[in-house]
């Protein structure tokens, strides 16, 4: 009898694994709420419902997107196009805040830039797993 098992993580890339599982549970989360209750971020941040419905939905694809892609043999390029939208996200949620895309509210400038903030932490714990690898 043949058994066929899922590839194990090696002890190299298993810190990126990680970390790109906690960035997809952590956005995927937040999308959720997002979509739960987008009428009154909306209203405390000064964006609109349609945005904040919108940002849900995407937070909770993307965390699907990386949960999925996380599970592969390899995860070594994954990790690459995580960080590296990671750091782009993180720089747009600055850019928007600056350049006043929204009436943002107190509430919003700090609900944009934790969001940037929480990418930007996801992108180093993803950079740390990839330098793993690469030893």
Do not use: C, H, W
């Amino acid at each position: 009898m043949t058994a066929i098992t899922a590839p194990r993580a090696t002890t190299r890339d298993s810190f990126l694994r990680f970390a790109l599982r906690l960035d997809a549970v952590g956005s995927g989360l937040m999308g959720i709420v997002g979509l739960a209750i987008a009428p009154k971020i909306a209203e405390l941040s000064g964006t609109t419902a349609g945005f904040e419905y919108t940002v849900g939905a995407l937070f909770v694809a993307y965390g699907v997107a990386v949960l999925v892609l996380s599970s592969r043999p390899s995860v070594r390029q994954t990790g690459v196009v995580v960080v590296i939208g990671n750091l782009v996200y993180s720089v747009a949620t600055v850019v928007a805040v600056l350049a006043g895309v929204f009436p943002l509210t107190t509430a919003g400038v700090v609900g944009f830039l934790g969001s940037g903030v929480f990418t930007l932490v996801m992108a180093d714990l993803q950079y740390l797993g990839l330098r793993r690898i690469k030893r």
